[in-house]
C-alpha cells in the first residue's frame, strides 16, 4: 500500500461535524480487509449511498476454457477485432484469461468511459499505448504510456482519453501490493527496492467537484455486474485523507537489477496480488560475467501459469517465434519453456536488452476465454522445434 496522503478540505479529528458552505458533509471510510486494513476518509458534499435506481447488467458471453490438451499459447492482440465492442476503457475489455483470483483483459479504448467501480478487487491496468486521465472520487491522475495504475476496489472511477489508449488490465479478487519484502517496518520503500516512494504518483491537486443528477455507475461484484443510479455525481468530495487511493508507478521509474550472471524472475517484481505477482522487465545491461548465458535458462516453474506481455523493444530470447510487440505468451505448468534456437549464440556480444515486458505468474491454473482463442497461434506450441 501507498504511504500516507491527504488533499483538499477535512476535519482537525476524524468523525467530527464538518461543514462545506454551512451543509455539513457526509464523511465515507474506503476500507480494506473489513475495518482493519488500509483506508482512507473521503468528505462528500451528498449521501454517497443515495441511488434512485438498480438495474442489471448482462456482460457479454464469454465461456472459458480448461487449457486442455495442455498447450503453451502465444495470443496476438493486434487479431483482437471486433467491431461492436465499446470504444471505451471499462465496456470494451477482452477478458483473455482467468482464475478465481484474478481476470487478464485487454482493451482499446478512443473516448471517455462510463463511471464504474469494482467490488471484487483492486484493477492493475498497464498502459501499453496512449495516454489518459483516471478520474475518481479522489481527484485526477494523469497516466500514459508505460504507467501502472492500481485502482482500488470500490472506488468509483473512469477513464478520460486523451490520446487513443491500449491497455492490459488485470482484474483481481483482492488487493495489489507492494511486495511486503520491498517494505520496512516503518512502512517505508526500503533501500535497494527497485521504486522509492518518489516513483509513485497520486491524484494529489484538489477533489472534482461535478454536479449532475441521476448518475450510472456501472459496479461489478463477484455476483456480475449492475447499474446503480445516483441521485447526485458522486464527484463530489471536497477532501480526503488515508493510505487508500488510486495511484500510478512507471515501468520506466523501475531500477532493474542485474549480475555479473543470470539474475531470476522474482528481482524483478513488482507487485503482489492474491496467489499472484507481477514482474517488470525493463532494457538494462546485460549479465557481464565473460561466461555469463545472457538467455534465461529453459524452465518449468511447476507452481505457476506464467504470462508474459511484451510492451517494447527487442526479445531476443524468442527471436523467430512470433512473439512481438502486442504479443502475450502463456506457459503453463508441466510444459518447459526457455530460449528460442540459436539465441544463446546470438546473444554472446550483446552488452544490453532493451525489452520492455510485463509479466504475470497466477499460482492457480488460468483458463482461457473463446476471445483468448480464437486470437491464439496454433503453431506456437512446436516453435522451439523449428
Ligand atoms: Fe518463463
Redesign the pocket.
Known sequence: MPYYRRVGDIPRKRHTLHRAGGAVVAEELVGTDGFGGASALLYHRHSPSAVVRIDALDEANQCWHANRPLRPHHLRTSSLVDATASPDAIRGRHPLLGNDDVRIGWVRATETSPLARDATGDQLVYLHEGAAVLESVFGALAVASGDYVVVPAGVTHRWVVTSPVELLVFEARGHVTIPPRYMNAAGQLVEGAPYSERDLRGPDAEPLLVDGDDVPVIVRTRAGVSVHVHATHPFDVIGWDGYVYPWALSIHDFEPIVGRIHQPPPVHQTFAGPNFVVCSFVPRPYDFDPDAVKV?YH?SNVDCD?VLFYSAGDFMSRAGSGIGVGSISL?PPGFV?GPQPGSRERSTDATRTEELAVMLDAFRPLALSDDALAISDPSYPYSWSR
Open positions: 534465461p524452465h506464467e506457459h519453456h
